[in-house]
Nanobody, 111 residues
Framework: QVQLVESGGGLVQPGGSLRLSCAAS????????MAWYRQAPEKQRELVAT???????NYANSVKGRFTISRDNTKNTVYLQMNSLRPEDTAVYYC?????WGQGTLVTVSS
């Protein structure tokens, strides 16, 4: 079973940048697609970005052009580079593979 641990969240001003990381356990990482989700206070969890095992990516319209998902299969890690952050990006961010979820990392965008 894949286990996931996110890191990299924090407080950032509007217009700033953060890079989230998600470290995965197990030997299958390079063969599986990965996803980032987020959940803002009092809102449902929403899909932010996905990356296939081959590196193909997809993004929610709300983050397209600002966020970049990537992966390093040598490190069993998936990243989410977030630029031009907005207050509405404030949420707990989770990485995901099927039923496996990390504990989440909080991103707060505020001046």
């Amino acid at each position: 079973q894949v286990q996931l641990v996110e890191s990299g969240g924090g407080l950032v001003q509007p217009g700033g940048s953060l890079r989230l990381s998600c470290a995965a356990s197990g030997s299958i990482f390079s063969f599986i697609p990965m996803a980032w989700y987020r959940q803002a206070p009092e809102k449902q969890r929403e899909l932010v970005a996905t990356i296939s095992n081959g590196g193909a990516t997809n993004y929610a319209n709300s983050v397209k052009g600002r966020f970049t998902i990537s992966r390093d299969n040598t490190k069993n890690t998936v990243y989410l580079q977030m630029n031009s952050l907005r207050p509405e990006d404030t949420a707990v961010y989770y990485c995901n593979y099927r039923e496996a979820w990390g504990q989440g990392t909080l991103v707060t965008v505020s001046s």
